[in-house]
């Protein structure tokens, strides 16, 4: 299958480990030019390194807390001074969260809302005009089942998430006239170390390792019997970037192995 992607400029936020680097290095096996935002600029600096010497695109580490207003102002005038324009927008940084609704403070819940949502309302603000002047472009965000089917330990994180899908669904209907796709992805159970984390956090102090933890979630949960990986996401993720998804607007993509348990 020829996607027809050689030759474009991705940005990825969250694109130095888990499914944002499967997705950079997904789109740079198609020939695609790619910028990891992440907050250690030195990871994101390295995964870059190897992209390039990998595929021989050009690729940019760019550090950058994408929650901050002038963090993202700073990450979309550096990687457009280096490459002179974008096509690809992939908002994927976010992670997981553990509260109640009744203890979590203010600030937690103002947290999560400016890396989930207003990161990528700042960053298509910031890449839109670009991607206007080379006639397109396509911004995709990586939310999760969760915007549809909560876990019972991350409120904020459903929360947020069910936001992010509603923001893609408006920013699409605003920028489709413009030849600019946008939709967003909801991913089920997928091992990143995000979800290693996750795990060693629950079962701390518990009689079931993290691995075991891992394990029971996917067998009780997914139909599928176990986790994705990042690849598994990243492809579907290449596929909407590519001129063979040109129909694919404003609509939300479970990849979840089945997992969602309603008809959407
Ligand atoms: P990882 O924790 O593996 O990676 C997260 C990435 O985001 C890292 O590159 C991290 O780099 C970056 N990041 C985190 N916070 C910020 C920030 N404030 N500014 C800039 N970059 C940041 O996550 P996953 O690959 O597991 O998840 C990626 C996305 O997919 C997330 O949005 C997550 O919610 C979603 N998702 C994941 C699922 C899963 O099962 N793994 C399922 C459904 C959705 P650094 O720490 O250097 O900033």
Same mark, same amino acid.
Not at 42 to 53: C, G, K, L, S, T
Not at 84 to 97: C, Q, R
Not at 240 to 260: E, I, M, N, Q, R
């Given at each position: 299958m020829d996607t027809q992607l050689k030759g474009k400029v991705a940005v990825i936020t969250g694109g130095s480990v888990g499914i944002g680097l499967a997705v950079a290095q997904g789109l740079a096996a198609e020939g695609v030019d790619v910028a990891i935002i992440a907050r250690d600029g030195?990871?994101?600096?390295?995964?870059?390194?190897?992209?390039?010497?990998a595929y021989g695109v050009r690729t940019l580490g760019v550090a950058a807390d994408v929650s901050r207003a002038d963090e993202c102002d700073r990450a979309v005038a550096e990687i457009l001074h280096a490459f002179?324009? =974008? %096509?690809?927008?992939?908002?994927?940084?976010? $992670?997981?969260?553990?509260?109640?609704? @009744? %203890?979590? $403070? %203010?600030?937690?819940?103002?947290?999560?809302?400016?890396?989930? =949502? @207003?990161?990528?309302?700042?960053? +298509?603000?910031? !890449? &839109?005009?670009? @991607?206007?002047?080379?006639?397109?472009? &396509?911004?995709?965000m990586n939310a999760s089942i969760c915007a549809k089917q909560p876990l019972g330990y991350e409120?904020?994180?459903? *929360?947020?998430?069910?936001? #992010? &899908? @509603? !923001?893609?669904? /408006?920013?699409?209907?605003?920028?489709?006239? %413009?030849?600019?796709r946008v939709n967003a992805v909801n991913p089920g159970l997928v091992l990143t170390p995000d979800w290693v984390k996750t795990a060693t956090q629950l079962t701390e102090g518990?009689?079931? *390792?993290?691995?075991?933890? #891992?394990?029971?979630?996917?067998?009780?949960?997914?139909?599928?019997?176990?986790?994705? *990986?990042?690849?598994?996401i990243a492809n579907f993720f290449v596929f909407? /970037? +590519?001129?063979?998804?040109?129909?694919? =607007?404003?609509? *939300?993509?479970? &990849?979840?192995?089945?997992?969602?348990n309603v008809v959407a």
């Open positions: 030195e990871r994101a600096h390295a995964r870059a390194a190897e992209i390039n010497a002179g324009g =974008v %096509d690809i927008l992939i908002n994927n940084a976010g $992670t997981g969260s553990n509260e109640t609704v @009744m %203890d979590a $403070t %203010d600030a937690k819940w103002q947290y999560y809302w400016d890396l989930h =949502v @207003m990161a990528a309302v700042r960053l +298509s603000r910031g !890449f &839109v005009p670009a @991607m206007r002047a080379r006639g397109g472009g &396509v911004i995709l409120p904020i994180y459903n *929360t947020s998430k069910a936001a #992010l &899908v @509603m !923001f893609s669904k /408006c920013l699409s209907n605003e920028l489709i006239p %413009d030849n600019i518990t009689e079931q *390792t993290a691995e075991q933890y #891992l394990d029971k979630i996917a067998k009780d949960n997914a139909p599928i019997g176990r986790f994705g *990986t990042p690849e598994e909407l /970037c +590519s001129p063979l998804a040109s129909y694919s =607007v404003g609509s *939300t993509y479970f &990849v979840d192995g089945g997992w969602l």
